[in-house]
């Protein structure tokens, strides 16, 4: 069975622009989750997606948004990106919400200039 | 009340050694305790995880050591290898959160041949 997938894998932005970043989960898997992952920081949670809904919302701007598919793949969207939105984010399925059993992908390095 | 605390920041461990990695949480309602190992460039990966009316499991080489009243639990790797040098990161859930983690600083582990 393939793993959580996520692209692209790099990216480089200057400060202002906004960025999509995309998430497959594993086939079967409903919930997906994201991350924020930076030195200062550690792992955040940004939110989580479950059939197509927001479940919970971790402590971040509004420029920072979500959505889920019907086939559960999701996107998170970062507009007027800044220089502290440079770190890797990561997405995480499960087969239900709160789910214990949770498979991050590789993650997208997310570089803002 | 969300935080969870990490201890060390960097741990170095002889080959053959012990390497023991301590996290407290202040959140009664937390109920679930995964550990988390993360190799450069990868997401973090599920180790082994612990429910609190558990107060240990052992899974091959790693125990997890769970003390409720003090609100504490630990890692520990018997018998470390090279191949264990990476980032171990703990974390914690509830049941009203969804898939939410809330995860500890991370400690960085090198075991040296």
Request: net charge positive; hydrophobic share 30%; proline share 5%.
């Amino acid at each position: 069975k393939a793993g959580v997938t996520q692209t692209p894998r790099y990216l480089i932005k200057t400060r202002g622009q906004q960025v999509t970043l995309s998430c497959s989960p594993i086939s079967g898997h409903r919930s997906v989750s994201w991350y924020q992952q930076t030195p200062g920081q550690g792992l955040q949670f940004l939110f989580e997606y479950f059939s197509e809904t927001q479940r919970n919302k971790g402590n971040f701007p509004g420029r920072f948004s979500g959505r889920q598919f019907s086939n559960s793949r999701s996107e998170m969207n970062v507009s007027t990106l800044e220089l502290g939105d440079s770190a890797l984010y990561l997405c995480a399925s499960s087969l239900e919400s709160g789910d214990n059993e949770q498979f991050f992908g590789p993650g997208t390095r997310l570089t803002v200039l | 009340q969300q935080q969870v605390k990490q201890s060390p920041q960097s741990l170095i461990v002889q080959k053959g050694g012990i390497s023991i990695i301590n996290c407290a949480y202040e959140n009664t309602a937390f109920d679930y305790f995964p550990w988390y190992q993360q190799f450069p460039g990868k997401g973090p990966a599920l180790l082994i995880a612990i429910r609190p009316d558990v107060s240990e499991k052992k899974e091959g080489r790693f125990t997890i050591s769970f003390n409720k009243s003090a609100k504490q639990f630990s890692l520990h790797i018997m018998d470390s290898q090279p191949g264990d040098s990476a980032t171990y990161f703990c974390a914690a859930s509830m049941k009203t959160s969804g898939s939410r983690l809330t995860f500890g600083e991370g400690t960085q582990l090198t075991v040296n041949p």
